[in-house]
């Protein structure tokens, strides 16, 4: 089970990071990702990350603003999301999946927990 945590509401303009652990599994051998579902919208991929290797991987909304990063002795991933706009308000899931999976398809994954909600007034 994945428990991402660190959401909240903000004013836009503002900082957020967000945390994702696993319940009784080691990242390592998986593919970290972050996805986000707003109300009446499809899930879309917003980052990942190879927890073996260098490959963390960007959302065209994300890049620039959102940065993907891992504590291997924590075993917990990071996503800092600076610059926040009322657009990225949607509830952010964290997945962990195969370390080689194609990243941006949700179906790739397969280790999903409740997710922690983002919300931006602007």
């Known amino acids: 089970l994945m428990f991402a945590s660190g959401g909240g509401l903000v004013q836009a303009g503002d900082s957020l990071r967000l945390s994702c652990a696993a319940s009784g599994r080691n990242f390592l051998g998986y593919t970290v990702g972050w996805f986000r579902q707003a109300p009446g919208k499809e899930r879309e991929f917003v980052s990942a990350i190879r927890w073996r290797g260098t490959g963390t991987y960007y959302a065209t909304s994300a890049k620039g603003r959102f940065t993907l990063s891992r504590d291997i002795g924590k075993n917990t991933a990071y996503l800092q999301m600076t610059g926040l706009k009322p657009e990225d308000t949607a509830r952010y899931y964290c997945?962990?999946?195969?370390?080689?999976?194609?990243?941006?398809?949700?179906?790739?994954?397969?280790?999903w927990g409740q997710g922690t909600q983002v919300t931006v007034s602007s």
């Open positions: 997945a962990a999946g195969a370390a080689s999976l194609t990243i941006s398809p949700f179906a790739r994954y397969t280790n």
